[in-house]
């Protein structure tokens, strides 16, 4: 599976946009980048996913560069329920999903 | 449709003793997977099916663990016998179609958390 690099944490204010970023320079054609999000204690919430070209949907952007080795995560206005841990994960053998230890997002007043 | 339904949400048990944990996948859903999640490993894949065949029981920590998916909407992970470090939250997880495909997301359950002392 490739590989992702993400910082372990982050802050944000609350009402500000979130850009959570993810190194993964060892991602092959066809691997899709998927974002996924567990806030404390609950199971894992999907939140976007693209290959090659740019994606929203109603609750993020997901940015990704003309040469795939990067990708940024944006919560166009983050609240305080959006702080949890996000994982990046590039989806590769098989049909699964391999979670690599993530970003916690802080949300602060 | 309620979502990945999981049982029990807690569970503590003795050392030694057989622990089932239960999974019921969305309805429609092809592929379900089983996670554990602990401090120390974070989340990691033990076993997936697709069409109730076990894909990849590579994850599978030892043999006494097993799971099985006697059907479409139900699965088990089995815990025999359990061990203080089998502590775990232990994820259930379905989607519709493998993650090599377009427009695939998985729903995750809320988890068992299981304790054996």
């Known amino acids: 599976d490739a590989k992702t690099t993400q910082p372990p944490s982050m802050d944000c204010a609350e009402g500000r946009a979130a850009n959570l970023p993810c190194n993964h320079s060892?991602?092959?054609?066809?691997?899709?980048v998927y974002w996924y999000r567990q806030i404390h204690s609950q199971g894992p919430q999907y939140i976007i996913h693209?290959?090659?070209n740019n994606e929203t949907n109603e609750m993020a952007s997901l940015i990704i560069t003309e040469d795939r080795k990067s990708s940024t995560l944006i919560l166009p206005h983050a609240t305080l329920r959006d702080t949890a841990v996000y994982y990046c994960?590039?989806?590769?053998?098989?049909?699964?999903?391999?979670f690599g230890e993530g970003t916690q997002l802080t949300v602060n007043p | 449709d309620a979502g990945v339904i999981q049982s029990p949400r807690h569970e503590v048990t003795e050392m030694g003793q057989e622990v089932t944990l239960r999974c019921k996948p969305i309805s429609g859903h092809d592929y379900l997977f089983w996670y554990r999640q602990t401090m120390m490993r974070g989340l990691e894949l033990l076993i997936y099916?697709?069409?109730?065949?076990?894909?990849?029981d590579s994850g599978m920590p030892e043999d006494r663990f097993s799971a099985k998916m006697p059907n479409a909407s139900f699965s088990t992970l089995k815990i025999q016998p359990s061990e203080p470090r089998d502590s775990a939250v232990y994820f259930c997880?379905?989607?519709?179609?493998?993650?090599?495909?377009?427009?695939?997301?998985?729903?995750f359950g809320q988890g068992t958390r299981l304790t054996v002392v």
């Open positions: 693209g290959l090659k």
């Open positions: 099916f697709n069409n109730n065949v076990p894909i990849d």
């Open positions: 060892t991602i092959s054609g066809n691997e899709y």
């Open positions: 994960i590039v989806s590769t053998s098989g049909s699964r999903l391999t």
């Open positions: 997880a379905s989607s519709l179609r493998g993650f090599r495909e377009r427009n695939t997301e998985a729903f």
